[in-house]
């Protein structure tokens, strides 16, 4: 009786046992169908296929900026004076050479006049010492046309000493003028009366032309006692009188008496023969002021005297013959470089004033944007008159980055677009690439000018964009941008279609996924060694194929020219050869990484797929 309960208490011992061990079995059979259904079967990439070919590839440089004038000059007076008029208004578009100021110059024309007055004097200074040389003399020649009076050279005198102790060698009487002071007190003499001058018995005709110390009075008839001044006509011919008995009366003043002859000496007496008949007065001749020219010479031994007094001589005739003085030729040249010197300052003075006269010209066309002066003010040399800018010579100027500006040049080609303008393109070159930058927020950028080759209807301030062309190859091999793949800082392309062979792979993971034996397949193990979960001997299940290479159908090329859609392709690569675009499918899994297997969904994107080349802000 004892013995029934414990037979009872092992059987339910047992039964516990039996269902601890159930429940372990449907854990252990849901495990192993859940590690089978964790291998998720996507679908493998696949390859497009494409044909290297020829063509011409481009690489741009893009840009935005305004566009400016090229040229924009500030107008410069380069002379002084007052404006008389204006001919322009602020924004008034004008032509090259158009007359934009009217100026005046009163201080030019005195300056001019001054010029003139010193430069004629210069020459009568020469005239009067005027000579031609030889080898061992010098000439001195007549300066003007005239009679030769007061000859005081004599030959073997110093030329200099004579001028100096004289005055001149001789004089040249130019006009028949002669005078000569006397003292007389006349009854009714008036100025410009006729007087009776007698010399060396030949009576002449003059005038009384001056009276000082008396009350004589031009136009007037009075009782006279003072100075008076007399002269004689050049035609009238002389007559011969007595002398006669000398009667003066008293003496009250001078009187100075012109005679128009130049036939006495200078130095001979003349008489006055009043009115009455009687004898006034008498003095000695001498050329009337203006009336001569002086003949002299700085030094020189006289050698020869071509003239003699009373001779008449035509101007340019050799009046002395003089040893030639060193000093004395040099002394001539030197008077000669100054009256040349003399003449070129006027001239310059003449087309100073000429130029300043005709105003101030536009030096380029355009339109008037700045204009700070008025009709009357006065104009300095070196002012500002107005700033005129060029609105058909055109620029498009842009800031390029630091990264670009490397590869810009003067001179390469353009397309320009500009927003006011939709549709249309404008070409141009490069004319100007800034050597200093500017750095802002962490960025450098270079400033780029680029010259418009037409643009009729562009503004100045329009805002446009710029495609810089910096590199350029023709017939160069071509393939899309996209078959390119970079590994290890070289590039690949695929030139084989790996399509059914990833596929085959695939199905083969798909089939070694059977069973609750935990087996993977070939794909599957390469997948999960490169992940690191297993090593490279691990494979728990059987290998139904053998896993490729990473390179495999990819062919290695050296790259030129890269732009936003091709690649220029310099060696490794065949005009029509076959090449590869792996594409990957459209409806993978998240995570799969170009149609391969991924374990767990869990793979890292990049896993399976190749290195894009990086993109660059150029184009």
Known sequence: MENKPRKRRRRKKWLTWLIVLAVAAGGFIGYGYYQAKSFVPVAAASYEGLRVERGDIELLVGATGSVASASVRDVVSRVSGTIVSVGVELGDPIREGEQLLVLTDTNMESAIRTAESSLEQSRINLSKTYVTTSADHYQITAPETGRIKSLKAAPGEDAGQTTKTFGALCLIMTEGKMQFTVQAAPNKLNIGDQAAVLVDGVMYMGEVISASGGNAASGSTQNYSGNLTASTMTNAQPTPIPNPTPTPPPWKGNITIQIYTDE???????????????TWGSGELSIAPGASVSVTATSGKIRDIMCANDMSVTRGDVLFRIQQAEDVSLGIKSQKLSIEEAERSLEDKRKQLSDTQAGVSAPIGGVVTSLPVKAGGKLAEGTVICTITDDRLLDVKVDVDELDVVNIEKGQPCTVTLDALPGET??????????????????????????????????IGMSASVDIRVKHAGNALLVPIEALVQRGGAYYVYTQDLSDLELQEAQAAHTGRSG??????????????????????????????????????????????????????????????????????????PGNAGGMFVMGGNLPSNMG????????PSR
Do not use: H, W
Not at 435 to 444: D, E, L, Q, R
Not at 543 to 550: E, I, M, T, W
């Open 609 to 616: 797929g190749q290195q894009r080349p990086q993109s660059t």
């Open 426 to 459: 404008f070409s141009g070159a490069v004319q100007k690439v800034a050597s200093i930058g500017t750095y802002a927020n962490g960025i450098a950028t270079y400033n780029v000018t680029v010259r418009l080759d037409e643009a009729p209807r562009v503004r």
């Open 264 to 278: 006495p000496n200078i130095g001979d007496i003349a008489t006055f023969i009043g009115p009455d008949g009687l």
């Open 516 to 589: 609750l034996s935990g087996s993977i397949s070939a794909m599957q193990q390469r997948q999960a060694q490169q992940m690191g979960l297993v090593g490279n001997n691990a494979n728990s299940g059987s290998s139904s194929s053998v896993p490729r290479k990473d390179d495999q159908g990819l062919t290695k090329v050296e790259v030129g020219i890269q732009n936003e859609t091709q690649a220029q392709i310099l060696s490794g690569l065949n005009e029509g050869q076959p090449v590869y675009l792996r594409l990957p499918n459209a409806g993978a899994a």
